[in-house]
């Protein structure tokens, strides 16, 4: 069965500590790995596809990076307006369009 | 502009009664689809449809139905509304493709049910 694990659940990071989020999946084939963002009472907002192992995408103080197992999203230097929870998808090969199966997600707070 | 808008944003109602949510996209996609984010905040997909094909997740009641009337425009209608419907449901959508397209979701809306 295809899935999708992230971690952790939770992340308190002071203004400026870099870490980083997982996102470990296991799909029969691997058609794309997405990121998205999700402020409370919002709807996913989109940030990173990769498509295969070794590519890597950044956006600001957002970089994600993708091996045959899992993806990393690396967080430098975060900002408290970084806080949010961050999604991880994959859409497997064989899944239907648009069936992107959601990890439950880490909710990170910035604290100044 | 709102590239996936949908409403109404907040829903009560009470169990037994019918309602629908409507959902625009304004971005030319093809595709469109519904997906709900229960209390556990998984989302999963419902419904997936384009102008010839729509995918059911066989775990949607029939309660449950999709109404596109064209391509910008899908609309959930749900028929006698039980509590366990309570959720956030999630319109959203993408090209038409078999290559991992990104997809846009709208702002969500939040149904509870009395």
Redesign the interface.
Known sequence: EDQVTQSPEALRLQEGESSSLNCSYTVSGL??L?W?RQDP??????LF?L?SAGEEKEKERLKATLTKKESFLHITAPKPEDSA?Y?C?V?ADGG?????I?G??TKLSVKP | DTA?SQTPKYLVTQMGNDKSIKCEQNLGHD?M?WYKQDS??????MF?Y?NK?L?I?ETVPNRFSPKSPDKAHLNLHINSLELGDSAVY?C?S?E?????????????SWLTVV
């Open positions: 058609r794309g997405f998205y009472g919002k709807g996913p907002e989109f596809t498509y929870t999604l998808a859409q239907s369009q648009g069936n992107l959601f439950k997600g | 996936v595709t689809y556990k905040k998984f989302l999963k997909i997936s384009n094909e995918i997740n999630f959203a993408s038409l493709g078999q290559t991992g397209n990104t997809i846009y979701f709208g702002e969500g």
